[in-house]
């Protein structure tokens, strides 16, 4: 008996959503996380470096601690809709709809299943844009990585002319043009390359990107699953409904050979 009991609940367990679910909460950890860390590394580095006057740097600042509080209510939010989604897995299953398959089969139940899928659809979409977002400080933390490079090589060492190369945060738009010094060249390049900061903040935002990738596909998989919930229920619906007619025509033919039994009966 222990071991059917068991059994009967590892069948109701959703597998794929409890893999998505996981996968989309390891997504946007590792984004909020990793994201915020990469943030505060960025703004001292052009605190130190490339932007001696506050006011030249302040509306960044600005900007990045209001990103940082928008991974605040990201990742809030995500918990909570990764349960429910969850909970919706666990509710469309087979063992846990038997016991609620009079409210999943209504109208009410499909219009909750069908909200769900378009709600994952517009986050979906929206993560896309938020993975192409982080890809942005991946892409310029590369391109100084590469200048570091350069700056190191062999080649670099043996000519003359390295402090022509030169790292210029401005042109990115992250600062003002008129801010002192605004750009890194030679020396004072490599003493950035040789930082714990620009290498912890360029893996933090690599990351942080592949976060917002792995959040990505968890919803493409939580929006699969939705569909074929919402596909399965409707079509329980229709099956249901089938039933009931089925079960009042077998009724009324069971009342009209009854009253044929009793009318013969009294013929007699």
Same mark, same amino acid.
């Given at each position: 008996?222990?071991?059917?009991?068991?059994?009967?609940?590892?069948?109701?367990?959703?597998?794929?959503?409890?893999?998505?679910?996981?996968?989309?909460?390891?997504?946007?950890?590792?984004?909020?996380?990793?994201?915020?860390?990469?943030?505060?590394?960025?703004?001292?580095?052009?605190?130190?470096?490339?932007?001696?006057?506050?006011?030249?740097?302040?509306? /960044?600042?600005?900007?990045?601690?209001? &990103?940082?509080?928008? +991974?605040?209510? %990201?990742?809030?939010?995500?918990?909570? $809709? =990764? @349960?429910?989604?969850?909970?919706?897995?666990?509710?469309?299953?087979?063992?846990?709809?038997?016991?609620?398959?009079?409210?999943?089969?209504?109208?009410?139940?499909?219009?909750?299943?069908?909200?769900?899928?378009?709600?994952?659809?517009?986050?979906?979409?929206?993560?896309?844009?938020?993975?192409?977002?982080?890809?942005?400080?991946?892409?310029?933390?590369?391109?100084?990585?590469?200048?570091?490079?350069? /700056?190191?090589?062999?080649?670099?060492? &043996?000519?003359?002319? +390295?402090?022509? %190369?030169?790292?210029?945060?401005?042109? $990115? =738009? @992250?600062?003002?043009?008129?801010?002192?010094?605004?750009?890194?060249?030679?020396?004072?390049?490599?003493?950035?390359?040789?930082?714990?900061?620009?290498?912890?903040?360029?893996?933090?935002?690599?990351?942080?990107?592949?976060?917002?990738?792995?959040?990505?596909?968890?919803?493409?998989?939580?929006?699969?699953?939705?569909?074929?919930?919402?596909?399965?229920?409707?079509?329980?619906?229709?099956?249901?409904?089938?039933?009931?007619?089925?079960?009042?025509?077998?009724?009324?033919?069971?009342? %009209?050979?009854?009253?044929?039994?009793?009318?013969?009966?009294?013929?007699?």
């Amino acid at each position: 008996g222990c071991f059917e009991c068991c059994i009967k609940c590892l069948g109701g367990v959703p597998y794929a959503s409890l893999v998505a679910t996981i996968l989309c909460f390891s997504g946007v950890a590792l984004f909020c996380g990793c994201g915020h860390v990469a943030l505060t590394g960025t703004v001292s580095i052009l605190e130190n470096h490339f932007s001696k006057t506050v006011s030249d740097h302040a509306l /960044l600042t600005e900007v990045v601690q209001l &990103m940082q509080y928008i +991974i605040y209510g %990201i990742a809030s939010f995500f918990f909570l $809709y =990764g @349960i429910i989604l969850l909970a919706e897995g666990f509710y469309t299953t087979s063992a846990v709809k038997e016991l609620h398959s009079e409210f999943k089969t209504t109208a009410c139940g499909r219009c909750i299943s069908g909200m769900f899928v378009f709600l994952t659809y517009v986050l979906g979409v929206a993560w896309l844009g938020v993975f192409g977002f982080s890809a942005v400080p991946v892409f310029l933390f590369y391109n100084m990585w590469s200048t570091c490079q350069v /700056l190191n090589s062999p080649m670099a060492n &043996m000519t003359s002319s +390295i402090e022509s %190369i030169c790292v210029d945060v401005r042109q $990115y =738009g @992250i600062i003002p043009w008129n801010a002192a010094p605004g750009k890194a060249c030679g020396a004072g390049l490599g003493e950035i390359c040789n930082t714990s900061e620009f290498y912890l903040s360029y893996h933090l935002y690599i990351v942080a990107c592949a976060g917002a990738g792995a959040t990505v596909i968890a919803l493409i998989h939580f929006l699969m699953i939705l569909s074929a919930n919402w596909a399965y229920l409707k079509d329980a619906s229709h099956m249901h409904v089938y039933q009931d007619i089925k079960m009042k025509e077998e009724q009324e033919l069971q009342d %009209i050979q009854s009253r044929s039994k009793e009318q013969l009966n009294s013929y007699t």
